[in-house]
T-cell receptor, first 115, second 113 residues
Framework: EPEVTQTPSHQVTQMGQEVILRCVPISNHLYFYWYRQILGQKVEFLVSFYNNEISEKSEIFDDQFSVERPDGSNFTLKIRSTKLEDSAMYFC?????????????FGPGTRLTVL | GENVEQHPSTLSVQEGDSAVIKCTYSDSASNYFPWYKQELGKGPQLIIDIRSNVGEKKDQRIAVTLNKTAKHFSLHITETQPEDSAVYFCAAHTPAAGNKLTFGGGTRVLVKP
């Protein structure tokens, strides 16, 4: 069964450093998402991406964040200068065509720890 | 924007009993409501979903009901088994909001053998 994969599973970084979280969505999917989950809190939407551009972003997704689909298979989330409060589990999701009722498939997540 | 509230935050049931999780949403434009199960160390996995033009949907031991007027929806798990132990999230999809999902706070379900 096709699945969304994410690397690394755990990333530890120093405050102020740049991190890139990587995702490989399901191959025929066209809609991509990043969500995050701070420990013990809700899963929060960060950004959606379609046709090589951002279609929606939350207020969390400020100028420190960027997304890219560099090679047609990977989908990355970059945090330019990490802050302590960026520590969270980051989930990538993808969705196929056929309308919004199609399932968003989630990856296993990357746990980001900012020290 | 959309706000989803979920209750209870924890639920402990005896194996074989039923479990019910309730969610409310705020945006009447929301039209799709998936439920996700998250096991330890894994991402959320869809277990059942319902569209706004349907009042109830069932899949084996799980069922979801939707009351559009009251803006609430519920997950029902019957004949619970230890492998049902996980965190369950409800979510709402709002068409005008970029097809994002707004999640509830999650319910940690523990099924005691």
């Amino acid at each position: 069964e096709p699945e969304v994969t994410q690397t690394p599973s755990h990333q530890v970084t120093q405050m102020g450093q740049e991190v890139i979280l990587r995702c490989v969505p399901i191959s025929n999917h066209l809609y991509f998402y990043w969500y995050r989950q701070i420990l013990g809190q809700k899963v929060e939407f960060l950004v959606s991406f379609y046709n090589n551009e951002i279609s929606e972003k939350s207020e969390i997704f400020d100028d420190q964040f960027s997304v890219e689909r560099p090679d047609g298979s990977n989908f990355t989330l970059k945090i330019r200068s990490t802050k302590l409060e960026d520590s969270a589990m980051y989930f990538c999701a993808s969705r196929g065509v056929g309308g919004p009722y199609n399932e968003q498939f989630f990856g296993p997540g990357t746990r980001l720890t900012v020290l | 924007g959309e706000n989803v509230e979920q209750h209870p935050s924890t639920l402990s049931v005896q194996e074989g009993d039923s479990a019910v999780i309730k969610c409310t949403y705020s945006d009447s434009a929301s039209n799709y409501f998936p439920w996700y199960k998250q096991e330890l160390g894994k991402g959320p996995q869809l277990i059942i979903d319902i569209r706004s033009n349907v009042g109830e949907k069932k899949d084996q031991r799980i069922a979801v009901t939707l009351n559009k007027t009251a803006k609430h929806f519920s997950l029902h798990i019957t004949e619970t088994q230890p492998e049902d132990s996980a965190v369950y999230f409800c979510a709402a999809h709002t068409p005008a909001a970029g097809n994002k999902l707004t999640f509830g706070g999650g319910t940690r379900v523990l099924v005691k053998p």
